[in-house]
């Protein structure tokens, strides 16, 4: 019986994991949230100003009164209006934008996404209008937060659509145009369309159905409401359900209610007071310091469990960061980082627990009130007081402090079982894109066309960034690793080993090398990587040589951007110096790519390293007609051929004569022949048979850790 319960809730839980893991994958709702985290720097400082302005302690408004004057919080009040003050029109664009680069990577059609935001703006404020009657600025902050999502959305795909349409996108014909040119002339049509059309909807709102404002409509609808309900309780848990259910889709719960707020709660607070004050007992136990103090902690959906249940399971480095970010202003209830930044505004994973909590917390504070364990509020607190603060300033007692850390504790269990749900779908999602990415960098490497990854707008970019800057720690950390591979002479006999990079993300497991490389080439960081890998490669040259192998070399690629720095001879002759060691016994190993830069810095560097005893070789070497040039240009010291022709040697007769051509070529020009991918015996006699009998591929070992390549060594030197 038991057994059957657990595996129904193991199986429920599954079943809802993998539909939060879809509802994450929507294009809507993730570029809405893309949208939302890009409004965190406007909202951390319009909370941080809010903060400072209100911050509820008397004698700090005194100081600020005298340091500044009567009118000090003015500053601070600007700083809100600039950012939130105008929160809806801020998140139209980033939303729009957000969906705007998703939509040209799905659907390949080429338009500015400063075009499509541009004109989700306008549509906004066409919607709401500014010179008609009852117009009020604060639909443009908070307040006006759901109309924008709503418009951010339907304008960016109403705009896409007609610009989908060829007869209603006009072509310059002038020569010269630029691309943002043609980008903007073509999408007059389609922007006048979309824009009239919100102008219009403005129109049929205010002149059939009379709406001259939709927040006030809203507002009003959910106020009548109340008017029937006189259960005390039945009526304070709609108004809570009311608040989180509103602020899930984006619309300012607490304004919406304001009114219902003001006409039943605050009036309760009074009556508590005057009858205190009449010598008698306080009869109302919901009332807006109440629900300020012991339901909504941090906020809407007593964030303040959210954060803490985040703190406690420290596995989610983005979500802990940004709980980080939280944590001050959320001390005195400001949450909207959180809110937007997580985010909690149409969040599936969220849902249950933004809506239930604050629920269950009413149940719970009026249980301890109507029991006696905790007095009735009496005194108004502002509704920045921090926790623990305002439960004895509203109470007068300790127990006010008791009841809020019993609530905190109680919601944070309730809260943890989600964080860690949305941390299973977070990392869940962000591993499909990480298979995406690397699926479509092997696509772009196959077709040889390299597509930058950082310049991307999209999920896919935002990644490449992320992985870049956590290279960046991982190389000044030295986390990256070596492996190497052997390279060995005909009787197997060990003589060098091409060292190969192994980053070991945290996350992701083992990334595409040539992935590494690249992002590392975007994000400026290769001539750090390329030195943290000569670094190790020298130090092992060194370990070698302590144990006797003192003829063993290590061979490193090298890009063509780090044989451009002019101060790479110099760095690499440190490294040389710094672990003592000759040489001889480092290989720098180019691709026929790097050579086919052929510029001053890179002969002038590698003429350098020449002279410094440094070995060169060629990697991927055939004879096509570049090759064998750059066998004039550079004093290569050994070829590596090229693997497409070791693969095929035993089934195609044109490989063995190339590779017979190269042998010959070396004996008159007096360099090594190395031959990679050699993976059978029969590969090997037949390079044998052609002269070149030093090899390296799967027939005599992968690439493997340092360690193991010792064993190896000492085993084919034994």
Known sequence: MHKRLFSNVAEMSGDYTKLMEKAGENLLLASIRRGLILMIPVVLIGSLALLFSSFPVPQYQELMA????????????????????????????????????????????????????????????????????????????????????????????????????????????????????????????????????????????????????????????????FANINNSFLRALLFIFLIHFLWFFGIHGSNMLEHVAQSIYVPALAINQELIQAGGEPTQIFTKTFFDTFVLMGGCGSTLCLLVAVFMLKKNKNQRRIAKFSLFPLLFNINELIVFGFPLVLNPIYLIPFLLVPLLLTVTSYAAVSLGLVPFTIQTVEWTTPVFISGYYATGFWSGCLLQLFNLILGTLCYIPFVKLSQTVSVSRLKKNFETLCAEFKKSERSNKRHSLLERQDMLGSLAKALAEDLKYDIETKKLTLFYQPQVDYEGKVFCAEALLRWNHVHYGTIYPPLVIALAEEYQLIDELGLEIIDQACSTIKIMAALGFTEMAVSV????????????????????????????????????????????????????????????????????????????????????????????????????????????????????????????????????????????????????????????????QG
């Open 66 to 225: 005298r340091l500044f004057g009567q009118n000090w919080q003015d500053f601070f009040i600007y700083v809100h209006d600039g950012t939130i003050g105008i929160l809806s029109l801020a998140m139209v664009t980033c939303i729009t934008y957000s969906l705007a680069t998703e939509l040209e990577n799905r659907d390949k059609l080429r338009i500015n996404p400063v075009i499509v935001s541009t004109v989700a703006l306008c549509s906004f404020v066409a919607l709401f209008g500014i010179n008609k009657d009852g117009f009020k600025i604060t639909n443009y902050g908070v307040t006006g937060v759901f109309v924008s999502i709503l418009v951010a959305v339907a304008a960016s795909l109403l705009f896409y659509k007609l610009s989908s349409i060829k007869l209603l996108r006009i072509r310059p014909f002038s020569d010269g145009d630029s691309i943002t040119f043609s980008h903007a002339v073509a999408s007059i049509i389609p922007a006048a369309i979309t824009i009239t059309l919100f102008a219009a909807v403005n129109q049929i709102l205010a002149a059939l159905l009379n709406i001259t404002d939709i927040n006030d409509f809203l507002a009003d609808v959910l106020y009548h409401l």
């Open 557 to 716: 690629n090298i890009t063509a951007s780090q044989l451009e720095n002019q101060d790479f001879p110099g760095k690499l002759r440190q490294l040389i110096e710094k672990h003592q060691i000759s040489p001889k016994a480092l290989k720098i190993e180019i691709t026929e790519q790097v050579a086919l830069e052929n510029n001053k810095w890179i002969k002038d560097t590698l003429n350098a390293l020449k002279e410094m005893g440094i070995e060169l070789e060629m990697d991927d070497f055939g004879m096509g007609h570049s090759s064998l040039m750059y066998l004039k240009e550079y004093n290569f010291d050994t070829v590596k051929l090229d693997g497409s022709l070791v693969r095929e040697i035993s089934t195609n007769m044109n490989c063995r004569d190339i590779i017979s051509s190269i042998i010959y070529l070396s004996r008159s020009m007096n360099y090594a022949v190395l031959a990679e991918f050699v993976e059978t015996e029969e590969q090997r006699q037949i390079l044998h048979e052609l002269g070149c009998d030093l090899y390296q591929g799967y027939l005599y070992s992968p690439a493997i850790p340092l360690a193991d390549l010792l064993v190896y060594i000492r085993r084919s």
